[in-house]
């Protein structure tokens, strides 16, 4: 069975500073890779995904994203953090045998900005 | 704007009571979904429909249940077998195979 792992449950980060969050997943052949954002109360937004071709993935907001399948990480990244972008982070995984019939997510990482 | 439209926002259910939370999109989406969330659990997948009139079961169905009678609606029932509903629920969609799924805002489930 798939499965993510997002191993940082918080990170903290100045505002202007670099950011990655960490995703790994387990999957027997090249996955459907996801990142989404969830503010508080809210429902989740896309901000990009890996389907195929080049690994490096550009997304909303001025996140990416590079798929490394030696390491079967999707590591999400954003050179210069903005207040805005505190929030909780999920990774998912859809299973390509199906399509995105069943997505399986990661436990999330929150996001706080300090000033 | 399309999208999908999820309510109550908040729901309170006393012991012994099925309740039932409204799932409706108009982005002429095909599947349809329903997550649990939980704090420090992501989220779970209680059930899925690819098509009119034909559902499945996820990863935590028992004590809920489903129906799609009609492709725009996807309403879960939470019911009185369901021993812990306190959760944040969420709806999703997608036009199936290769397509990211939308979610509305989702319903928060408390117990009086």
Redesign the interface.
């Known amino acids: 069975a798939q499965s993510v792992t997002q191993p940082d449950i918080h990170i903290t980060v100045s505002e202007g500073a670099s950011l990655e969050l960490r995703c790994n997943y387990s999957y027997g052949a090249t996955p459907y890779l996801f990142w989404y954002v969830q503010s508080p109360g809210q429902g989740l937004q896309l901000l990009l995904k890996y389907f195929s071709g080049d690994t490096l993935v550009q997304g909303i907001k001025g996140f990416e994203a590079e798929f490394k399948r030696s390491q079967s990480s999707f590591n999400l990244r954003k050179p210069s953090v903005h207040w805005s972008d505190a929030a909780e982070y999920f990774c998912a995984v859809g299973d390509t045998n199906f399509g995105n019939e069943k997505l399986t997510f990661g436990t999330g990482t929150r996001l706080t900005i300090i000033p | 704007d399309g999208g999908?439209t999820?309510s109550p926002k908040y729901l309170f259910r006393k012991e012994g009571q099925n309740v039932t939370l409204s799932c409706e999109q108009n982005l002429n989406h095909d599947?349809m979904y329903w997550?649990r969330q939980d704090p420090?659990?992501?989220?779970?997948?209680i059930y899925?429909s690819?098509i009119v009139n034909d559902f499945q079961k996820?990863d935590i169905a028992e004590g809920y249940s489903v129906s799609r009678e009609k492709k725009e609606s996807f309403p879960l029932t939470v019911t009185s077998a369901q021993k812990n509903p306190t959760a944040f629920y969420?709806c999703?969609s997608?036009r199936?195979?290769?397509?990211?799924?939308?979610?509305?805002?989702?319903t928060?489930l408390s117990i009086l």
């Open positions: 999908i999820q599947a997550y420090g659990q992501g989220l779970r997948l899925y690819q996820g969420l999703a997608t199936t195979l290769n397509q990211p799924q939308h979610f509305g805002d989702g928060r």
